[in-house]
């Protein structure tokens, strides 16, 4: 037993000396630290929040631009302690009722009160979708939170989504022919306009989505066989994020050009995503490469809004990048029909007034009322005829 102790305090001694010794060799090593984000969030469209209302399993993630000047709190009669504060946001189409209760909605007033930037980007995390009066809400819950201007990637695709949709904070509302675009000079570098295009053709010789990082959101590449993050991160993504990219020949009745439909537009349209599309067996199979649901666009007409690059007033790059699609009845509804216009095209609504003719001075007699009766012949008429009586008669066949 002795010896038995003896060797394991001789094996335990010599593991500390042999850790002791590998701690010693260990080096600092100077790396780009990987780019984490600094929020996570899982953000459902304002749209799509009235299916939760059924499903109480589920918490909400929204984004929205609060539509109120400053929400006040209002406390209630019978107990001061309790209180409620009541907003809205908005996404620039869809608007959401939003009660925060107690201490949240305190805290939010507050907070609201010290943003001096307009307008306030909010996100709210952990939200209850409920209904009272007939009216979709998203309530505070225990576990609700809320992010006013947070630095995440979304607030600036929302703000420029608003400012698109607001009409009436648009100062040019013109519709750009293909003809004006090629012709803008160096005032519109990294700016936004309309145009209206008929998609004649979506290119199908090209990839119609790309692999993202899941971090950083930059574009990922393929090396040594595994999908790496070489802009940002540094480091190898093990299963990307896929995004849309379709590549579309675009016109009207001045010229012609490329451009790029983007991810969320085509998500809109189309209600799927790329995984979804990947998983569809009606849409991407061994014959199949290129998904029939995305050539729906052609043959289209859309009120595209396209960013003007430098590389574009350049003539360096004849590819243009889509920011927002709308078909032309939608932006009528969005916008009211504000004062688009175009030396080629202009859509609106088109009305017929029908005047009734005067009546003709005569008029043909009523038919006689129908009736399934069998009528019997009123004059029967006698055919004379002589038979020849040598005429055999023709054998019935076997059946």
Same mark, same amino acid.
């Given at each position: 037993?002795? /010896?038995?102790?003896?060797?394991?305090?001789?094996?335990?001694?010599?593991?500390?000396?042999?850790?002791?010794?590998?701690?010693?060799?260990?080096?600092?090593?100077?790396?780009?630290?990987?780019?984490?984000?600094?929020?996570?969030?899982?953000?459902?469209?304002?749209?799509?929040?009235?299916?939760?209302?059924?499903?109480? /399993?589920?918490?909400?993630?929204?984004?929205?631009?609060?539509?109120?000047?400053?929400?006040?709190?209002?406390?209630?009669?019978?107990?001061?302690?309790?209180?409620?504060?009541?907003?809205?946001?908005?996404?620039?189409?869809?608007?959401?009722?939003?009660?925060?209760?107690?201490?949240?909605?305190?805290?939010?007033?507050?907070?609201?009160?010290?943003?001096?930037?307009?307008?306030?980007?909010?996100?709210?995390?952990?939200?209850?979708?409920?209904?009272?009066?007939?009216?979709?809400?998203?309530?505070?819950?225990?576990?609700?939170?809320?992010?006013?201007?947070?630095?995440?990637?979304?607030?600036?695709?929302?703000?420029?989504?608003?400012?698109?949709?607001?009409?009436?904070?648009?100062?040019?509302?013109?519709?750009?022919?293909?003809?004006?675009?090629?012709?803008?000079?160096?005032?519109?570098?990294?700016?936004?306009?309309?145009?209206?295009?008929?998609?004649?053709?979506?290119?199908?010789?090209?990839?119609?989505?790309?692999?993202?990082?899941?971090?950083?959101?930059?574009?990922?590449?393929?090396?040594?066989?595994?999908?790496?993050?070489?802009?940002?991160?540094?480091?190898?993504?093990?299963?990307?994020?896929? /995004?849309? /990219?379709?590549?579309?020949?675009?016109?009207?009745?001045?010229?012609?050009?490329?451009?790029?439909?983007?991810?969320?537009?085509?998500?809109?349209?189309?209600?799927?995503?790329?995984?979804?599309?990947?998983?569809?067996?009606?849409?991407?199979?061994?014959d199949i490469l290129f998904p029939p649901l995305l050539?729906?666009?052609?043959?289209?007409?859309?009120?595209?809004?396209?960013?003007?690059?430098?590389?574009?007033?350049?003539?360096?790059?004849?590819?243009?990048?889509?920011k927002k699609l709308l078909q032309p009845q939608e932006?009528?509804?969005?916008?009211?029909?504000?004062?688009?216009?175009?030396?080629?095209?202009?859509?609106?609504?088109?009305?017929?007034?029908?005047?009734?003719?005067?009546?003709?001075?005569?008029?043909?007699?009523?038919?006689?009322?129908?009736?399934?009766?069998?009528?019997?012949?009123?004059?029967?008429?006698?055919?004379?005829?002589?038979?020849?009586?040598?005429?055999?008669?023709?054998?019935?066949?076997?059946?």
């Amino acid at each position: 037993m002795i /010896r038995i102790v003896e060797l394991m305090h001789l094996l335990m001694r010599k593991y500390v000396r042999d850790w002791t010794k590998c701690h010693k060799k260990c080096k600092l090593v100077k790396q780009d630290v990987p780019h984490l984000a600094e929020y996570a969030f899982d953000l459902f469209p304002l749209e799509d929040v009235e299916k939760f209302i059924i499903d109480n /399993r589920f918490l909400l993630d929204v984004i929205g631009i609060v539509d109120t000047n400053t929400p006040i709190i209002v406390y209630s009669k019978d107990d001061p302690k309790k209180s409620h504060l009541k907003f809205k946001i908005t996404d620039g189409r869809y608007k959401l009722n939003i009660t925060f209760f107690n201490e949240i909605g305190e805290s939010f007033e507050k907070a609201f009160k010290d943003i001096l930037e307009e307008p306030v980007v909010v996100i709210i995390a952990g939200g209850k979708a409920n209904k009272y009066d007939g009216e979709l809400y998203l309530t505070s819950f225990p576990a609700t939170r809320f992010y006013l201007n947070p630095n995440n990637y979304s607030v600036p695709e929302v703000l420029n989504r608003f400012t698109f949709m607001n009409c009436e904070d648009e100062t040019d509302t013109k519709l750009y022919t293909i003809e004006d675009i090629k012709q803008l000079n160096e005032a519109y570098i990294e700016k936004q306009i309309l145009c209206a295009l008929t998609v004649k053709k979506v290119e199908q010789q090209y990839n119609w989505y790309d692999n993202f990082c899941t971090n950083c959101d930059e574009e990922v590449n393929i090396v040594d066989g595994r999908f790496r993050c070489i802009v940002k991160c540094k480091r190898n993504i093990p299963l990307p994020d896929k /995004r849309f /990219r379709l590549c579309t020949v675009c016109s009207d009745n001045t010229g012609v050009i490329v451009v790029v439909f983007p991810d969320d537009e085509i998500q809109r349209i189309t209600g799927k995503n790329v995984f979804e599309i990947e998983n569809d067996d009606n849409q991407v199979v061994e014959d199949i490469l290129f998904p029939p649901l995305l050539k729906d666009f052609e043959k289209k007409e859309y009120i595209v809004t396209l960013n003007i690059s430098e590389e574009n007033i350049r003539k360096s790059s004849n590819v243009y990048q889509a920011k927002k699609l709308l078909q032309p009845q939608e932006m009528g509804e969005s916008c009211n029909t504000v004062g688009l216009t175009s030396p080629q095209k202009v859509y609106t609504p088109v009305t017929t007034e029908i005047q009734a003719s005067e009546a003709p001075k005569e008029y043909s007699p009523p038919t006689e009322k129908s009736t399934n009766r069998t009528r019997g012949r009123k004059n029967k008429v006698f055919v004379k005829y002589d038979m020849d009586e040598a005429t055999p008669i023709a054998k019935l066949k076997k059946t």
